[in-house]
C-alpha cells in the first residue's frame, strides 16, 4: 500500500515542487470580463444581515438555554448555539479571511477575528495556510488543510466529526505560540512579520480561556465552558459533514479543480449556516467572488463543470464508497464526468504516489 507524505516539511513538498504542480497555471472556465467584474462587486448588505442573524439567534439560543437550565428542553438549544458557534464560525472565519464578505475592511476584520477565537485558528496563521490552500489545493506536501487524508483512517473521521483532534491541534498551537514558538510548518508558509502577532493573540486567548475555566469553578456551573470552548467540540459536527464533501473521494495534485472539488445543492439552513460554500468548485476557482453571488457564478460555469450533486445525502452516496476504498488504495479517486460543453480536465504533471 502507498501512503501520501501530507508533511509540508518532508520530502513530498520538494517532489511536488519539482513535478510542477506547484505553479499559477491552474484551469479557469473562460468567462466574460464584465460579467467576472459584475460577480466580484462586494457590497456590505448581505454580510451585514447574515451577521445581525446569527448574533441574535446565537443569544436567543444562549439566554433560553440558560433560563430553562437543568430542564432537558436546554439541550436542543444548547446543540443549536453549539452549530453556530462551532460550525458558522467556520464560514465565516473563511469568506471574512478572503476579505469578500464584506465591502468595508475593518468588518471583515472585526469578524474574521472573532470566528478564528471560536475556532481555535490563530488569525494570522491560518490566512497563510489558507492561501496555500488556495495556490496548492490537494497538493501532497503542500496543502497544509488537507481534511481526508489517504489511506483513510475511519476512527480518526469519527474523532473529528466531534473536533477532538482540531481542537487538540489548535490549542497545542495556541500553547507553543503564547511560549513564543512557531512550528515547523508554520515557517513554511507564514511571513515571519506575523510572529509577534501570533504570540501576543495566544496570550490573550489564553487568558480568556483562563477566565472562563475560572469562572465555571467559581460557579460551580457548566454554563461559562457552554459558551466559551466547549461550543468548539460539540457544535462542529456540520462544519466537518459539509467539510467532507468539499474535496472527499477527489483527486490529488491535479490542476484542475473541476477535479478535485465538489459543488453540492443544499437546504436554505445549511447554505446559512455554510455561506454558500457548497459551490466549492465555483470558490476554488474565483476565489474573489463573493458568498452571496455563488449561485450566479454557479449558473454561467454549469456548461464547464461536472453536474452537481443533488442534496448532501446524495454527495455522501457518492462520496462513501470511494474514502471506503482508499482505506485500502490510497490511489483511488473518483473521476467525475464533464457535459459535452465543457473543456477537457486539465490534469496537470501528475506525481508520483508520495511513499513514507
Known amino acids: 500500500m502507498t501512503f501520501r507524505d501530507y508533511n509540508l516539511t518532508g520530502p513530498a513538498n520538494a517532489r511536488a515542487i519539482a513535478s510542477g504542480l506547484v505553479t499559477e497555471s491552474w484551469y479557469r472556465t473562460p468567462i466574460d470580463r464584465k460579467v467576472m467584474k459584475a460577480l466580484m462587486k462586494r457590497s456590505d448588505h448581505p454580510a451585514t444581515r447574515d451577521t445581525i442573524i446569527l448574533v441574535v439567534l446565537m443569544i436567543a439560543f444562549a439566554v433560553g438555554a440558560i433560563v430553562v437550565m437543568p430542564s432537558w428542553w436546554a439541550l436542543p438549544l444548547w446543540l443549536a448555539y453549539g452549530v453556530l458557534y462551532g460550525s458558522a464560525m467556520d464560514s465565516r472565519w473563511h469568506e471574512c479571511g478572503h476579505g469578500t464578505a464584506f465591502k468595508t475592511r475593518w468588518k471583515n476584520t472585526v469578524v474574521y477575528h472573532i470566528a478564528c477565537f ?5 488569525p494570522y496563521c491560518w490566512k497563510y495556510s489558507h492561501v496555500r490552500h488556495h495556490s496548492d489545493t490537494i497538493i501532497v506536501g503542500r496543502d497544509p488543510e488537507v481534511a481526508i487524508m489517504r489511506p483513510v483512517v475511519v476512527v480518526k473521521m469519527i474523532l473529528n466529526l466531534f473536533g477532538v483532534l482540531d481542537t487538540i491541534d489548535g490549542v497545542k498551537r495556541m500553547v507553543i505560540h503564547a511560549t513564543g514558538r512557531m512550528l515547523d510548518d508554520e515557517q513554511d508558509y507564514v511571513d515571519p512579520v506575523f510572529f509577534p502577532k501570533t504570540y501576543r493573540t495566544a496570550r490573550v486567548w489564553m487568558m480568556i480561556y483562563i477566565v472562563t475555566g475560572a469562572a465555571a469553578i467559581t460557579l460551580q456551573s457548566w454554563v461559562p465552558l457552554l459558551l466559551i470552548g466547549l461550543p468548539r467540540l460539540y457544535g462542529c459536527w456540520h462544519m466537518v459533514l459539509v467539510g467532507w464533501l468539499q474535496h472527499g473521494g477527489l483527486a490529488d495534485n491535479v ?7 465538489r459543488t453540492v445543492y443544499m437546504n436554505p439552513i445549511s447554505r446559512f449556516i455554510y455561506w454558500n460554500m457548497n459551490y466549492h468548485v465555483e470558490h476554488h476557482m474565483f476565489p474573489l467572488v463573493p458568498y452571496y453571488r455563488l449561485p450566479e457564478l454557479h449558473e454561467v460555469c454549469k456548461f464547464d463543470f461536472p453536474a452537481p450533486n443533488r442534496s448532501i445525502l446524495d454527495g455522501y452516496r457518492e462520496m ?19 457535459p459535452t460543453t465543457a473543456h477537457p480536465y486539465h490534469n496537470g504533471p ?3 504516489p508520495q511513499l513514507s
Open 350 to 352: 501528475l506525481a508520483e
Open 255 to 261: 490542476l484542475d479543480h473541476r477535479l478535485n472539488c
Open 320 to 338: 462513501l464508497p470511494a474514502l471506503w476504498a482508499q482505506r485500502k488504495d490510497p490511489d483511488f479517486h473518483l473521476r467525475r464526468g464533464l
Open 118 to 122: 471560536c475556532m481555535i485558528r490563530d
